[in-house]
């Protein structure tokens, strides 16, 4: 039942942000991205995985085998899924401060950052109260899907979209980076794998969208010719990451 609903509720966010989409390619502005379908074959196919995983026996055993795999081979547990989450998506205001310009400027691709996280954030902590998936270490009932791996995949496709034209060597690191969080998520004992392939596909898709509908939220949040300025910034409070956003109109 609970994969029903998840599946709906997937299938809703989709075509309330697909269906809208009849914008020419040629009327694009840069910081857009153009719509094609092809590119929700990945996330999407990720996102069902993990959800079919829910309900799957065979799923669920593969989910087994694989948290006793790594169990075995496990001496200490390592925290660096906690910063390396947030990593990928840093680093495009990272090479932007020491000059190497990406796809659009500090306004753009702070909204398009901003829409990206709210979305995935939404659609990460809805889905945990419908689904109620019980962590492997067995700490909590919100382990379906993995916010750590949503996030450094949402940060991984965002770094892609802003530097593929400079070199495609810039996403394919944040990809690394992100496939590493979602290990690092397994290896610690803190979540499946159909909850790291689900929490990928919703980051991916989650930035997608929102390079989708950029222009409509740029129109809505901004007068012509306003600009912006800000400063994106890690933090750490003793017990928690992450990342602090100062903005000025």
């Known amino acids: 039942m609970k994969c029903i609903k998840i599946l709906l509720f997937a299938g809703f966010l989709v075509s309330s942000f697909t269906f809208g989409q009849k914008t020419k390619t040629d009327s694009l502005p840069p910081s857009s991205l153009p719509f094609k379908y092809k590119s929700?074959?990945?996330?999407?196919?990720?996102?069902?995985?993990?959800?079919?995983?829910?309900?799957?026996?065979?799923?669920?055993?593969?989910?087994?085998?694989i948290k006793n795999e790594i169990s075995e081979h496990i001496d200490t547990k390592f925290t660096i899924d906690d910063i390396s989450q947030y990593s990928p998506f840093l680093s495009v205001y990272g090479l932007n401060a020491i000059?190497?310009?990406?796809?659009?400027?500090?306004?753009?691709?702070?909204?398009?950052?901003?829409?990206?996280?709210?979305?995935?954030?939404?659609?990460?902590?809805?889905?945990?109260?419908?689904?109620?998936?019980?962590?492997?270490?067995?700490?909590?009932?919100?382990?379906?899907?993995?916010?750590?791996?949503?996030?450094?995949?949402?940060?991984a496709e965002f770094l892609y979209q802003e530097y593929k034209d400079v070199s495609v060597w810039y996403g394919i690191t944040g990809y690394v980076v992100a496939a590493g969080t979602g290990f690092f998520r397994m290896y610690n004992d803190r979540h499946w794998l159909t909850d790291v392939t689900a929490g990928a596909g919703i980051g991916m898709l989650s930035t997608k969208i929102a390079y989708w509908i950029h222009p409509w939220v740029k129109r809505t949040l901004f007068k012509d010719g306003e600009t912006m300025d800000g400063l994106v910034m890690p933090f750490y409070n003793g017990k928690e990451w992450g990342v602090g956003i100062s903005m000025g109109f």
Not at 40 to 65: C, M, R, V, W
Not at 99 to 117: C, H, M, P, S, W
Not at 128 to 135: D, G, I, L, P, Q
């Open 40 to 65: 929700l074959i990945i996330p999407t196919a990720l996102i069902t995985y993990g959800i079919i995983g829910l309900e799957s026996h065979q799923l669920k055993f593969i989910n087994s085998d």
């Open 99 to 155: 000059g190497i310009k990406g796809k659009n400027n500090f306004k753009d691709r702070t909204v398009v950052l901003g829409t990206a996280y709210l979305i995935m954030g939404t659609t990460v902590n809805v889905v945990k109260k419908v689904s109620n998936e019980e962590r492997p270490d067995g700490s909590s009932k919100n382990s379906f899907p993995s916010g750590h791996t949503a996030t450094a995949f949402m940060g």
